[in-house]
């Protein structure tokens, strides 16, 4: 019997319409495109208006799009997981939502949540399902609404989210397609850094933590983004290493859209060609789960079979990693 990898088989997106450009947010706070631009190279982000919309709404969506691409039954889908950091509510997750709503009914489903790293554990995770063997079709979303939780007085953050979400089906393949390797990093240290203070079991919502705007997200950017350099760019290092990889071998490059001097400086460490480090946050901004899963949907046609795409993520906690996985069609 042939060894079983889980391979990405179709891809789907979603972003609102909604564009909040770097001269929209020059009226809302003290900022400027040129700063924006050179330190974090956004120019755009979307928006998802529209009352009792939540990250449910795009992760549909996105789930939608896959679905009719690729023309799957989704009563043959045997696992929905939700990445976010922003669910619909605390409390029922918003993957079970999701899964009844595309008609994926014979489906279990749950969130995970792991910060801007949510997608990245979320193929572990859900490749971990298909290698089992018990399970045929995993489909996993990243999806958030972050500006349900950014503060649009606080310049240091709303200049960089965007709300956005991705899906991608994890199916069992006999080829030796799909992922191949896995590094997978967390520090503790990292919740200092990037949180939201209150709504937790810590700081439970007040009249109080609403008044001191503890319900947002606070991000020490200058810290965040030295553990971020060192932290993307050692993983990825790592897993071509022990995978006997170069940058010959590459082909692409999908990296968490956090900022794009954190990009070049994973691209740089590896010594990879530009060409190969794919790049969507000037449209979007970074969109926490939904960045790895955009760019498969932005570049999707790009990539052939065999292709060997390096994934690489840091985010809140902090976690962080990298996975190596081959593409499959
Ligand atoms: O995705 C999850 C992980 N998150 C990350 O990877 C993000 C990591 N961090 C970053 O990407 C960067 O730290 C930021 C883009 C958030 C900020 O860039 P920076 O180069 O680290 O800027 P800074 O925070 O050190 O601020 C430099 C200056 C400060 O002014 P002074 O003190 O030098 O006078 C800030 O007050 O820029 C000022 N500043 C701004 N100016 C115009 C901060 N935000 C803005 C702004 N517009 N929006």
């Known amino acids: 019997m042939s060894t079983i990898t ?10 609102p319409d909604f564009v909040l450009t770097n001269e929209l947010l020059e009226t809302m706070v003290d900022t400027n495109d040129e700063w924006i631009t050179s330190r974090t190279g956004i120019k755009e982000r979307r928006i998802l208006k529209g009352e009792n919309l939540g990250t449910s709404y795009l992760a549909i969506k ?5 679905i009719a691409k690729k023309n799957i039954n989704p009563e043959e889908i045997d696992l929905v997981i939700v990445s976010t950091t922003t669910p619909d509510m605390p ?8 899964a009844t709503q595309i ?3 014979n489906a279990f489903a749950y969130d995970l949540q792991a910060a801007c790293s949510g997608f990245l554990y979320g193929m572990s995770t859900a490749s971990a399902f298909i290698q089992s063997g018990k399970y045929k079709k995993v489909l996993l979303i990243g999806a958030d609404k972050m500006s349900s939780i950014i503060d649009y007085t606080d310049r240091a953050t709303c200049i960089i989210f965007g709300d956005g979400a991705g899906a991608v089906l994890f199916e069992p393949n006999y080829e030796g397609l799909g992922v191949q390797d896995e590094y997978l990093r967390s520090d503790g240290i990292g919740r200092e850094f990037l949180k939201i203070e209150a709504g937790g079991s810590i700081l439970p919502p007040s009249a109080e933590t609403v008044a001191k705007r503890q319900h947002y997200v ?7 983004y030295k553990y971020a350099v060192s932290g993307m760019a050692d993983v990825s290092e790592k897993i071509l290493e022990r995978n006997n990889l170069t940058h010959h071998d590459v082909n692409w490059l999908i990296a ?10 994973t691209a740089s ?7 190969k480090v794919l790049i969507n946050i000037h449209k979007y901004g970074n969109t926490t789960s939904g960045t790895l899963p955009l760019l498969l949907f932005d570049f999707e046609k790009k990539f052939k079979k065999g292709d060997n795409l390096i994934f690489a993520a840091f985010g809140g906690g902090f976690t962080w990693g990298s996975i190596y996985l081959k593409w499959a069609y």
């Open 269 to 275: 460490r590896i010594g990879l060609e530009e060409e």
């Open 218 to 224: 606070f991000q020490d950017g200058k810290t965040v």
């Open 103 to 105: 008609g994926a009914v």
């Open 91 to 98: 409390v029922a997750a918003t993957a079970v939502y999701v």
């Open 256 to 265: 968490h859209q956090a900022n794009k001097r954190i990009i070049d400086a």
């Open 6 to 15: 889980a391979a990405i088989t179709a891809v789907g997106g979603y972003v």
């Open 62 to 66: 996105a789930a939608e799009d896959l």
